[in-house]
């Protein structure tokens, strides 16, 4: 009797073994933590330390877009199941810090510098009650990955600094360069003003706007921040002092009154590939691409490089990130690539401003057609097998 009562205990609780564990991407889905609770970790990235991925993004609250908890972290050593490390930067209580909880703190990104052997975590900032008029970026570090992280401080970028590529005898005798002579917006005087640096003159003493953004250390171990500024019409990529703390100055602009967002970036056999959004705020739009022999340019643009079922609006999702998989380990779109070749997943965002705990994410392979990145929608896949369920 007993040995029976054992059998069926059993039986009972093998369904419910490994029921938590996923095996599988599915964009769009809740995605639960090793605590059942969806994923909380938006306009995220990963980075890799040792043999472990940390997913780092938005803590975002049932009501509000506002941080009222501040950066979470995840870790996972399959990238499919995550243990909830909890929050690795908090907003602080103190009034009048610049993280004060209730201010707009967006697309955290942290990567390691082993030379200081911190983990350097930056983001992009709006102060309480201003909107989005501060338009900075923070940093933070950590001596370990999960945090939890120190705040080091926030500004706007590269103050009294020009881009690589202009001359500043040009810009300083360019005196009509002025809002003032460009009222109507949107015009080709206006457009053609602000490529040739209405607003990089305007913001030159204060420092540049810092919206949307992303980080990228390069195989030589430079770091970039890369980011929406000039009013979100224009990214800059600023090179990042050897600690990862600070920018050194030099920065060029890509697509200048291009109305880019959401950068995400990768390198493909030395070619730089940029995938970014329009700006609709968190309604989703067409994804634009952008490739560039070297992170200096010149960037040329390519067309939307997703495919299948609202792939011209991204598939309702926003790029926040890509994450090159450099291990030789498989992924999904086999046959495209050698068993040792790096992958590269797409990461993206379905906002849900009315709810924004229930944002999704959208993680998709990115294969290589006539050797462009091509972004197609799969309603599941397998990370780390040759199967795919389309
Ligand atoms: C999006 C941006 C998000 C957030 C949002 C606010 O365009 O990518 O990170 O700032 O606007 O409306």
Redesign the pocket.
């Known amino acids: 009797m007993r040995q029976i009562l054992l059998l069926l205990a059993l039986l009972l609780t093998l369904p419910a073994m490994g029921q938590n564990e996923r095996r599988t991407i599915r964009s769009g889905e809740i995605w639960p933590d090793d605590t059942g609770v969806h994923i909380n970790a938006h306009?995220g990235g990963i980075m890799k330390y040792g043999d472990t991925y940390y997913w780092f993004g938005e803590h975002k609250s049932d009501h509000t877009?506002a941080a009222l908890v501040g950066v979470t972290c995840y870790a996972s050593k399959d990238l499919l199941n995550w243990h909830n490390c909890g929050v690795a930067l908090s907003v602080s209580d103190e009034k009048d810090s610049d993280i004060e909880r209730g201010c707009?703190l967006?697309?955290p990104k942290v990567i390691y510098n082993p030379l200081t052997k911190q983990f350097c975590m930056w983001f992009?900032l709006e102060l309480k009650g201003k909107g989005?008029n501060a338009a900075r970026y923070g940093v933070a570090v950590a001596n370990r990955p999960e945090g939890p992280y120190r705040f080091l401080y926030s500004q706007r970028a590269n103050a009294g600094t020009w881009p690589i590529e202009f001359r500043e005898q040009e810009l300083v005798t360019i005196d009509t360069l002025n809002e003032a002579n460009f009222r109507e917006q949107w015009t080709p005087a206006w457009l053609k003003a602000v490529n040739e640096g209405l607003f990089v003159k305007r913001d030159f003493g204060t420092g540049q706007m810092s919206?949307?953004m992303t980080l990228y250390v390069d195989d030589d171990g430079k770091a970039y921040h890369i980011f929406?500024s000039e009013e979100?019409l224009t990214l800059h990529i600023a090179e990042l002092t050897n600690d990862y703390l600070h920018h050194t100055g030099r920065y060029t602009r890509v697509a200048p009154a291009g109305h880019n967002?959401?950068p995400a970036i990768f390198k493909h056999d030395g070619t730089y590939w940029m995938i970014t959004?329009g700006?609709?705020?968190?309604a989703p739009n067409e994804a634009r691409m952008f490739s560039a022999p070297s992170i200096w340019g010149p960037w040329t643009q390519h067309p939307n490089p997703c495919r299948g079922p609202k792939a011209e609006l991204t598939f309702g999702g926003?790029s926040t990130f890509i994450l090159t998989i450099d291990n030789g380990q498989q992924t999904a779109e086999e046959g495209q690539r050698s068993e040792n070749s790096p992958q590269y997943i797409f990461m993206a965002d379905i906002?849900r401003?009315r709810h924004p705990s229930d944002a999704r994410y959208i993680w998709l392979p990115i294969g290589f057609e006539d050797g462009k990145p091509v972004i197609r929608w799969r309603d599941e896949w397998e990370l780390f097998s040759q199967k795919t369920h389309i």
Do not use: F, I
Request: proline share 5%.
């Open positions: 306009g877009s707009v967006e697309r992009h989005y919206r949307d929406s979100n967002e959401a959004s700006c609709t705020g968190w926003q906002w401003p």
